[in-house]
């Protein structure tokens, strides 16, 4: 039997207890043990809840109880969580958390010293909820060389873009809605500007490349500059607007951004909505894999939890190897990354159109019935050259990219 402490009786752990008592038996069978909640630690009392009996306020009880063997961390935010993580690590016990924050700041340390101990530190949960793509990307993605990865890893604003495509609503609008269903959090900063996202796409860029990419210096544009008119233009041509958190590999070193990016049909994550998640991998030698689902939700992201446990249960006193150091990754500096532009310019066509292709060179305008402004798209050229060229313009509206 493996004994399993809970850190977090909130919608994860709650739903991590959940799945393990009602899916005791197949996760038994699977697992070749029996897997028991001994402990849950949360600072509040559940009177009436089925786990009233083992909620523990202090995580001194739970660290000094000799028949834990496997943590799970789903308490959030940095700290205790960190003192909490690396403690019970230290004791040579796994933890599975579903905390992105601290594995996107605390990754490579916390793996070396599960490494030393023998046990595992294992994250699943930690990007795209209940999508399988942590253990693919350390595993079966194994023998390739990561060439990119392109992400919707966030639901809240995919959602959100999505709402604003199909009922033409403007983005305050959808914004207080998709609050209103529980989709955006009260404070919903982190999710609509990007931060979240970037989050996650540091960690998959971090595990591809086995060094740290901290999420400070990835450029994070979130999607509160996106009006019903940038849609509109989008719909024009045939394309939609996602943020994308995305990295790719340049040589030896490695791009990354978070930002909306505008996306026609022939993309692969063209059709993902609504709240879901999608991952597109590129290995030199699997070529494009592509990973969708629930990026968020209690029983989608405690199942991934919960698949974690197993593995670590199957894996006592054996530490899988996982390959990301503190050496920082190096980037290629943000100025230097291409992509062409759709740009939107206050005045018309006659205002702009020479001094556009003064600055820009070649340009494709868009049409999509506005007669106080002009948009276009750029050739492919560098962050550099955009800025400089709208500087110089000095009537921007708004600019997305497109990949190229
Ligand atoms: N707020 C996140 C989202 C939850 O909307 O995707 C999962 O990290």
């Given at each position: 039997?493996?004994?399993?402490?809970?850190?977090?009786?909130?919608?994860?752990?709650?739903?991590v207890f959940q799945i393990i008592r009602e899916n005791g038996q197949i996760i038994a069978e699977r697992t070749g043990e029996e897997i028991t909640v001994k402990s849950i630690l949360d600072l509040r009392d559940f009177p009436g809840d089925i786990a009233e009996d083992i909620i523990v306020h202090d995580f001194a009880e739970i660290d000094s109880d000799d028949s834990v063997q496997i943590v799970v961390e789903t308490m959030g935010g940095l700290h205790p969580a960190y003192e909490f993580v690396k403690a019970s690590l230290e004791k040579g016990r796994s933890v599975c958390t579903s905390n992105k924050a601290l594995v996107a700041a605390f990754g490579p340390e916390l793996l070396k010293i599960a490494e030393d101990k023998k046990c595992n530190f294992l994250f699943e949960a930690s990007v795209g909820g209940?999508?399988?793509?942590?253990?693919?990307?350390?595993?079966?993605?194994?023998?390739?060389?990561?060439?990119?990865?392109?992400?919707?890893?966030?639901?809240?604003?995919?959602?959100?873009?999505?709402?604003?495509?199909?009922?033409?609503?403007?983005?305050?609008?959808?914004?207080?809605?998709?609050q209103a269903k529980g989709y955006a959090e009260k404070d919903p900063t982190a999710d609509i500007e990007g931060h979240d996202a970037c989050r996650k796409i540091a960690i998959l860029t971090s595990l591809a490349y086995g060094h740290q990419l901290d999420f400070e210096d990835i450029y994070t544009e979130g999607i509160t500059n996106i009006t019903d008119r940038d849609i509109n233009y989008a719909?024009?041509?045939?394309?939609?607007?996602?943020?994308?958190?995305?990295?790719?590999?340049?040589g030896e070193k490695v791009s990354?951004?978070?930002?909306?990016?505008?996306?026609?049909?022939?993309?692969?994550?063209?059709?993902?909505?609504?709240?879901?998640?999608?991952?597109?991998?590129?290995?030199?030698?699997?070529?494009?894999?592509?990973?969708?689902?629930?990026?968020a939700g209690k029983l989608a992201t405690a199942s991934a939890v919960v698949s974690d446990i197993m593995e670590a249960s199957k894996h006592q006193g054996i530490n899988i190897k996982t390959i990301w150091d503190n050496q920082k990754l190096g980037l290629v500096p943000f100025e230097e990354s291409i992509s062409k532009f759709f740009v939107r310019l206050k005045g018309t066509k006659a205002d702009n159109e020479a001094k556009v292709s003064e600055v820009f060179g070649n340009v494709t305008p868009v049409d999509a019935g506005y007669s106080d402004e002009y948009a276009f798209i750029t050739e492919a050229i560098t962050e550099a050259?955009?800025?400089?060229?709208s500087e110089k313009l000095g009537n921007v509206i708004n600019k997305i990219r497109i990949d190229v």
């Open positions: 039997m493996i004994n399993v402490s809970i850190l977090g009786y909130g919608t994860i752990g709650s739903g209940g999508i399988p793509v942590i253990r693919p990307l350390r595993s079966s993605l194994a023998p390739d060389v990561i060439e990119q990865i392109s992400g919707i890893l966030n639901g809240t604003t995919n959602y959100i873009l999505t709402e604003m495509t199909e009922k033409g609503s403007d983005f305050d609008t959808v914004l207080k809605d998709a719909k024009k041509l045939g394309a939609k607007i996602k943020i994308f958190g995305s990295s790719k590999k340049e990354a951004m978070v930002a909306p990016k505008l996306i026609t049909v022939s993309h692969p994550l063209y059709s993902v909505d609504g709240v879901f998640n999608a991952i597109l991998i590129k290995g030199n030698m699997a070529g494009d894999v592509m990973f969708y689902g629930q990026g050259k955009y800025t400089g060229a």
